[in-house]
């Protein structure tokens, strides 16, 4: 906390006032949305970690994927089919290959692509 006051005041400060106005529902502790859309866009990682001299790096090659984007998901993905493409959802495909498919509701027909990432959503 002591180096996210020094780098990052801001920040802090947001965290400081989520808690002094955060609320209890059930299991989950609720922090007010507008307190917390005044918080900076930064990472910890860059508006801390890469500044600080008060951090120790040591290697781990734990296989952990941030699953940051849409095709981290296909690279992460364990069920993949025999053309290579994960389909969550409705889908039908032809002639589609090493795609990424994602279907919240509604039927998506997908016909000769490759190295695709195709998501329906609401």
């Avoid at 296909?74 to 290579?84: A, I, L, V």
């Avoid at 090493?98 to 695709?116: F, K, P, T």
Wanted: with cysteine.
């Amino acid at each position: 906390l002591e180096e996210l006051e020094k780098y990052a005041p801001d920040m802090l400060d947001v965290c400081k006032r989520s808690i002094e106005t955060e609320s209890a529902d059930l299991d989950f502790v609720r922090i007010d949305a507008d307190v917390f859309a005044t918080c900076p866009e930064d990472s910890v990682d860059y508006a801390v970690m890469e500044k600080t001299q008060d951090a120790a790096m040591v290697p781990l090659d734990a296989g952990w994927n941030d699953v940051g984007s849409w095709s981290s998901l296909w690279e992460t993905s364990d069920s993949r089919d025999k053309q290579g493409n994960v389909i969550v959802g409705d889908a039908i495909l032809h002639d589609t290959k090493n795609s990424y498919i994602n279907s919240e509701q509604r039927l998506i027909a997908v016909v000769g692509l490759e190295d695709v990432v195709i998501v329906e959503t609401k």
